[in-house]
């Protein structure tokens, strides 16, 4: 397997290198934090989950969510989606 090197500055101190799993993990996080359309020059990049926040609770919101989860997950290669869930929890998901 390949090893994967990527530079991050959050919560690090002194050491700015993430390797394999711990890049990933940033990446995803990352790619779930940005709204879509914020990023200056790349209108595609980030998530429309950030619109979804204040819905109704409703199989639409629900069906809406999961689609952009597996969206944002199928953009990166080093990951496959096997099972995604989603859990209603006081009038909110």
Known sequence: MATFVGFNTI?????FTLLDFELIKR???NAFNIQQGTLPGRPAVGTIIWSLLFENQSA???NAI?????????LDPRIVLTQANIYPQDNGV
């Not at 999961?66 to 199928?74: H, S």
Request: glycine share 10%.
């Open 11 to 15: 919560n690090q101190y002194g050491k």
């Open 60 to 62: 639409e919101a629900q």
């Open 27 to 29: 990446d995803l996080s």
């Open 66 to 74: 999961l689609a952009e989860v597996q969206r944002i997950i199928g």
